[in-house]
């Protein structure tokens, strides 16, 4: 069975940029604009001889009501069922917000496996990022830079660790 990695996050921490590199392809629209991605896109990735499935979703508001960004979050939800691992993706230079916070919540209710990584901590001090955001509840943060590499190899060595 190929495992199915979602990266999940409100919208410009990076979650387009990560499934680039992924992938190793610039199929996902990384843009300034927030919330470029609006529906689910798929990808193949490889580490060693496991192949593994991404599938990188829109920005996430659980809390729309209508428009765009409720579509968004439709999109989202039927990502997170096809899950076998959550990447919820939070923006280390940002820091927390309660927008994470509510997302975080949502993602733990759905019993996946949940892994929260923190992007943009290039130039950061990791022991200091991942105390930041341990408060989520969510564990260990793993403290990346999806536009530089920096981590995204531990990352996908730790979500699929159980295959
Ligand atoms: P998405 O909306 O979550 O898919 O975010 P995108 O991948 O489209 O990225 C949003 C913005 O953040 C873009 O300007 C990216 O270049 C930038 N970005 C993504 N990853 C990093 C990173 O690791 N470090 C920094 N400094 N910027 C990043
Ligand atoms: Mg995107």
């Known amino acids: ?13 990076g979650k387009s940029t990560l499934f680039n590199r992924l992938t190793k392809t610039r199929d996902a629209l990384v843009a300034d604009l927030p919330g470029l ?10 580490m060693g001889n496991q192949p593994f499935l991404v599938v990188d979703t829109g920005g996430f508001e659980p809390t729309a009501k209508d428009g765009i960004v409720h579509e968004m979050a439709r999109q989202a939800e039927s990502a997170i069922a096809e899950a076998d691992v959550l990447l919820f993706i939070v923006d280390g230079r940002a820091g927390l917000t309660p927008q994470d916070q509510a997302i975080a919540d949502r993602l733990r209710k ?5 892994h929260l990584v923190v992007n943009k901590a290039e130039g950061m001090v990791r022991a200091m990022v991942a105390a ?5 509840g969510c564990g ?9 590499g920096d981590g995204v ?3 996908v060595e730790l979500a699929l660790e159980p295959w």
Not at 37 to 45: A, I, K, L, V
Not at 140 to 148: E, G, K, T
């Open 132 to 136: 930041e955001f341990h408060e989520m």
């Open 110 to 114: 759905s019993g996946r496996p949940l």
């Open 37 to 46: 991605t609006r529906d689910r896109h798929y990808g193949h990735g490889r």
């Open 1 to 13: 069975m190929i495992p199915t990695l979602v990266l999940v996050g409100r919208p410009n921490v």
């Open 140 to 148: 260990d943060p793993l403290v990346i830079s999806a536009a530089h």
């Open 153 to 155: 190899r531990e990352l």
